[in-house]
């Protein structure tokens, strides 16, 4: 069994972390990956603290495992969800689409593991110096909002840039996504696409089915104009947005373009008004599966593979 710093950190059984999915991963799909043996995080997304509070109530009346919750720092709420974390003891704080410095203290006094994730080497540096636990490189692959470097590049310069463990995140669905991960330097890794197709995800039957049956150019970013691209799948609402940016509207009516857009793909499965968030990998994901199954079946695949990487050096 593939045994890393991360998962001696965290208590966890398996190197391996659900990704925080705005309006996607709930308290019942973190706690299944917990009980999997992974790290189960809840999103927080543009959610007030109210929603994360129950969501954590959720994830604790099902499993006594540790649990993340994944804080997106541009949200309106960033600060009420950063206490709400406290209050409820949650084990784990991952952040993305900002820097959470101000929040940090605060976060380590209470004794939460702050595992930030970081697009580039100086925000990486600057999370080493501020007392983060572990750092989470996060290639442009990947699902949601999304940076320049891909991951093959991103996870080795943050290894070289940091005394930290590293998690990968982007383009990894399965053992030789992690095994490779584990050559690039990191000691753990973050799945997200890989885990819409878990049973106990709760989003539209739709979009499940698009996931399952993607091919390996379904995805496209969009939002770059605005400064925080998306990666989604190549749907009416993300051509049309894309024409829309690169059309000349104004930045306020772009941003309005894009409100309640994920939330009618999770909910309703909207095909022409919903945001289909995922990752570039989501062609290698095939079928629907319990989530503790997902995350054995990526680890038990991974060893062979490392195994296997001495044959190549003579």
């Known amino acids: 069994m593939i045994k890393t710093a991360i998962s001696e950190m965290l208590g ?21 990956v917990s009980d999997g043996g992974g790290l189960g995080i809840i999103a927080a997304g543009n959610a007030p603290g109210d929603y994360v509070r129950n969501q954590i109530q959720i994830a604790r009346r099902i499993t006594n495992q540790a ?3 994944n804080i997106m720092l541009l949200s ?5 969800v950063a206490k709400v974390v406290i209050e409820e003891k949650v084990e784990v704080v991952t952040t993305g689409a900002g820097n959470p410095s101000k929040y940090m203290k605060d976060w380590l006094a209470a004794g939460i593991k702050v595992i930030p994730v970081v697009a580039s080497v100086a925000m990486a540096k600057l999370m080493t110096r501020l007392g983060a636990s572990a750092l989470i490189a996060e290639g442009g692959e990947s699902g949601g909002h999304v940076g320049e470097l891909t991951t093959m590049v991103l996870v080795p310069q943050i290894c070289d840039a940091t005394t930290l463990p590293v998690i990968a ?12 991960a584990f050559m690039l330097g990191a000691q753990g890794v973050q799945m997200g696409t890989r885990f819409l197709s878990a049973r106990e995800c709760t989003i539209h039957p739709t979009y499940k089915e698009k996931i399952i049956k993607a091919t390996d150019l379904c995805t496209m970013v969009t939002g770059k104009r605005l400064g925080h691209p998306v990666r989604s799948l190549r749907t009416q609402f993300a051509r049309e947005y894309s024409k829309a940016e690169y059309g000349g509207m104004p930045d306020e009516e ?3 373009l894009a409100v309640g857009a994920l939330r009618l793909a999770v909910l309703e499965g909207d095909d022409k008004k919903g945001c289909f968030l995922s990752g570039q990998i989501a062609s290698m994901v095939k079928k629907e599966q319990p989530a503790a199954e997902i995350v054995k079946e990526v680890m038990e695949e991974a060893e062979p593979v490392l195994r296997g990487a001495s044959q190549w050096v003579k």
Do not use: C, T
């Open 12 to 32: 966890i059984q398996y190197p391996v972390l659900q990704g925080g999915m705005a309006w996607i991963a709930d308290g019942k799909l973190a706690a299944a």
């Open 67 to 69: 649990i993340g919750v």
């Open 76 to 80: 309106p709420f960033a600060k009420e």
């Open 169 to 180: 995140a982007g383009g990894i669905a399965d053992g030789r996504g992690v095994a490779a």
């Open 254 to 256: 772009l941003e309005a």
